[in-house]
């Protein structure tokens, strides 16, 4: 469970998050939803450890969890970005394998096992070789959220899934979360998109700019 | 055809000197590279760091080294220093010099390469818990190589050129060598052989730019 106590953001002098509070269960779906320049964005990456926050408290599974300074190996949070950042110079299954490798220590062959199942799960089996510039913007979504997922987070966070995607995909993404959800992964996903969140989400927490 | 016959056996009676010249030429040119290269991408991430003391100090020293002619650096580094008890022997006042300007160029190419990475990369590293030698050692070093590349190789090719200056400090060096000849058999051959060496010297090192730059084509 991870839940957020009272946390208040600022960037230089203007307040972006106020007193938020949120509580997301093990195995369900948060949906964020707000219109742009509410701070979904700001919480997200508070949330993911790419931003400190000023104030308030981070408990996961009841513990208290500082996200920008975690220096644990594990991945607590996993993150699928707007626009992917999948590593160019790299190939698709070089993408996924090189955290596992560098940072969790797995054995490169264990680390091509698990990749190869992620990616044959997410439709991908024939594109090991490829490299991002090869792919449709689906398939780097399902490439960057294959990465993620080979770092075992305990949440998995998206950022925008539909916006960078043609509209007939948004039924895919929708369908990708929630299977991943019916295997029990915690996931917290922003979007703008009402009927998508209230589609995919167990709860929405709305956000408003203040 | 005896004119023909005669060029010949000039050219060939000049060539060892030549050659001798183009041995210079060439390893002041290598171990420019090894000392240049190496310097630029440090003072690269240097003028590319979150410390504005160090991006200052970095800052006047490209500067100086851009602001001011090659040609004063190597007369000063040569002539000047041991006016204050440094003194460089010719081969390593002309190495020392070369090397520090040509680091300067390298290091605003490698700047420029590092700030034209988009961010998100850093931070998609970070998610994944990567360190930062780590993110970039395999994931912004080659990518900065790629986009550097052809600037590099521009400056390679201006390298071998530039090395032709250090006449000026009495370095026997491939152009000096023709020069010598020249002056002294009143022939223009000389100076066409030596044309034809530095044609051939970027010729070869256009090819390997090529080289280089179509083994970093496999991604976009």
């Given amino acids: 469970m991870l839940a957020l106590k009272a946390i208040n953001k600022s960037y230089g002098k203007r307040l972006i998050l106020k007193q938020l509070s949120l509580t997301v269960n093990d195995g369900e779906v948060l949906a964020i939803v707000g219109p742009s320049g509410a701070g979904k964005t700001t919480l997200l990456r508070c949330i993911s450890g790419l931003e400190p926050i000023d104030s308030g408290e981070i408990d996961l599974n009841g513990q208290p969890f500082d996200p920008y300074r975690n220096q644990n190996q594990d991945s607590v949070i996993g993150v699928v970005f707007q626009d992917f950042q999948l590593f160019p110079n790299l190939n698709v299954l070089e993408n996924i394998t090189l955290a596992p490798i560098l940072v969790l220590k797995q054995p490169a062959a264990t680390a091509k096992a698990k990749a190869r199942q992620l990616l044959s799960r997410l439709a991908l089996a024939d594109k090991e070789r490829l490299y991002p510039y090869q792919l449709s913007g689906g398939q780097k979504q399902r490439v960057a959220l294959a990465r993620a997922l080979a770092m075992r987070p305990q949440v998995l966070c998206y950022d925008e899934p539909t916006s960078a995607l043609d509209p007939n995909l948004r039924q895919e993404v929708a369908k990708m979360i929630l299977s991943l959800k019916a295997d029990g992964m915690t996931q917290i996903v922003v979007t703008h998109d009402l009927a998508f969140a209230r589609e995919i989400a167990d709860a929405v927490k709305h956000v408003t700019a203040l | ?220």
């Fill in chain 2, 1 to 220: 055809m005896n004119g023909i016959v005669a060029q010949w056996q000039y050219a060939s009676q000049i060539m060892p000197s030549l050659l001798l010249g183009l041995k210079t030429t060439l390893s002041l040119f290598v171990l420019t590279l090894i000392g240049a290269i190496p310097l630029g991408i440090v003072v690269g991430l240097g003028r590319a760091s979150r410390f504005k003391v160090v991006r200052q100090i970095l800052g006047v020293y490209v500067w100086i080294m851009r602001g001011t002619p090659l040609l004063l650096q190597l007369i000063f580094v040569f002539y000047g220093l041991p006016i204050v008890h440094i003194v460089f022997q010719r081969y390593n006042a002309a190495l020392f010099a070369f090397i520090i300007n040509y680091a300067a160029y390298f290091a605003e190419i490698f700047r420029g390469g590092l700030q034209s990475i988009d961010p998100g990369q850093y931070e998609s590293a970070k998610v994944l818990r990567l360190t930062y030698w780590q993110t970039v050692r395999k994931i912004i070093l080659p990518q900065v190589m790629k986009i550097v590349l052809p600037s590099i190789g521009n400056e390679v090719i201006n390298l071998v050129k530039d090395l032709s200056l250090v006449y000026v400090i009495g370095l026997g060096d491939l152009l000096r060598a023709g020069n010598v000849a020249t002056a002294r058999d009143v022939t223009l051959l000389p100076l066409v052989l030596v044309g034809i060496g530095y044609l051939l010297l970027t010729a070869i090192l256009t090819f390997g730019q090529r080289k280089v730059e179509k083994h970093y084509s496999y991604y976009k």
